[in-house]
T-cell receptor, first 112, second 113 residues
Framework: DADVTQTPRNRITKTGKRIMLECSQT?????MYWYRQDPGLGLRLIYY???????NKGEISDGYSVSRQAQAKFSLSLESAIPNQTALYFC???????????FGPGTRLTVL | AQSVTQPDIHITVSEGASLELRCNYS??????LFWYVQSPGQGLQLLLK??????LVQGIKGFEAEFKRSQSSFNLRKPSVHWSDAAEYFC???????????FGAGTRLAVHP
């Protein structure tokens, strides 16, 4: 089945460390997204990319950066992790022109 | 600006009882509307979506939702809840042509035997 995968699934790190979360998809979708989920806040958009050369900030991009290495890969980096970046992170994809998004299983990140 | 409100943070129902989860949105035109479910330790799975046409939409797992423009609502319903429906449910709204979604804060459903 065409799928969206995320690695790692769980990560514990310390304040100040650089962290990269990776997302790969076999759906052939052009558009990819990174969200974070916090209890009581739902999902908030961090960054999104409509194709390899197009990267856009979402509502909470401060402290994060992204790289779209290929159509199928979209990585999220925390240059210097801080405790309030502890959250569940989701990658999602969609076809061009469609609002329907397909989600990966999530990465649970804990920053101590 | 678009926004989504899910007024109920937690809901508990008995197995076999009916269920309605509320969702209200704010958007200037007819939006695209979605309900996703997140089971423990899982990603989000699409339950159903509304783009246009019939305002009562059927989804997977026996769920349905009704778009009511006059009330800016898109409530999710199920006539008889199963224990496996215990999960967190998210309503989302998208603007036509913009490929981005705004999510509500979620409603956590617990099912008592």
């Amino acid at each position: 089945d065409a799928d969206v995968t995320q690695t790692p699934r769980n990560r514990i790190t310390k304040t100040g460390k650089r962290i990269m979360l990776e997302c790969s998809q076999t759906k052939g979708h052009d558009r990819m997204y990174w969200y974070r989920q916090d209890p009581g806040l739902g999902l908030r958009l961090i960054y999104y990319s409509f194709d390899v050369k197009d990267i856009n900030k979402g509502e909470i991009s401060d402290g994060y950066s992204v790289s779209r290495q290929a159509q199928a890969k979209f990585s999220l980096s925390l240059e210097s992790a801080i405790p309030n970046q502890t959250a569940l992170y989701f990658c999602a994809t969609s076809e061009a022109g469609s609002n329907e998004q397909f989600f990966g299983p999530g990465t649970r990140l804990t920053v101590l | 600006a678009q926004s989504v409100t899910q007024p109920d943070i937690h809901i508990t129902v008995s197995e076999g009882a009916s269920l309605e989860l509320r969702c209200n949105y704010s958007y200037g035109a007819t939006p695209y509307l979605f309900w996703y479910v997140q089971s423990p330790g899982q990603g989000l799975q699409l339950l159903l979506k509304y783009f246009s046409g019939d305002t009562l939409v059927q989804g997977i797992k026996g769920f349905e939702a009704e778009f009511k423009r006059s009330q800016s609502s898109f409530n999710l319903r199920k006539p008889s809840v199963h224990w496996s429906d215990a999960a967190e449910y998210f309503c989302a709204v998208g603007a036509r042509g913009y490929n981005k979604l705004i999510f509500g804060a979620g409603t956590r459903l617990a099912v008592h035997p």
